[in-house]
């Protein structure tokens, strides 16, 4: 079994597919390190030589990816909440922050509908 970054790649997969569970390893990054490890990509990851995968290990090492990226971008969302802008608080708040309608949709970020009293009508019309 191929272990890179701390991730057991999947044996069955082809190695340009086994990369993407990398985090940060899309396939396009995939593809271009195996150009650069000389890999053919068309290979399974259980018939990878010892020396492919560490050809890869060392093609991966200057790319920001796993444990790294993730705290990076831990720490880029915590600096927009510092600084309390628009993004930030709609982090804070656990809101879209990309421009998405909440009014409907949303649900998987703002959690399950709270019915609220008086909510439902028509405001400034009389009742009868």
Known sequence: ???????????EKRVEVGLTYIY????????????EANVD?????????????????????DR???GDLRRRL??????????NCY???RHRFNLPS????????ARTRRGTRKTVPGRGRRRGVAKK
């Open 24 to 35: 940060g390893v899309g396939r396009a990054t995939s593809r271009q390190v195996l150009v």
């Open 1 to 11: 079994m191929a272990r890179i970054e701390g991730v057991d790649l999947p044996r």
């Open 74 to 83: 831990q720490l880029n969302i915590k600096r927009l909440m510092d600084i």
């Open 64 to 66: 920001m990816t796993e």
């Open 41 to 61: 990509a068309d290979t399974r990851v259980r018939d990878l030589a010892e020396d492919e995968v560490q050809r890869l290990r060392d093609a991966l090492a």
């Open 87 to 89: 993004r930030g608080r």
């Open 98 to 105: 990309r421009g998405q309608r909440t009014r409907t949709n």
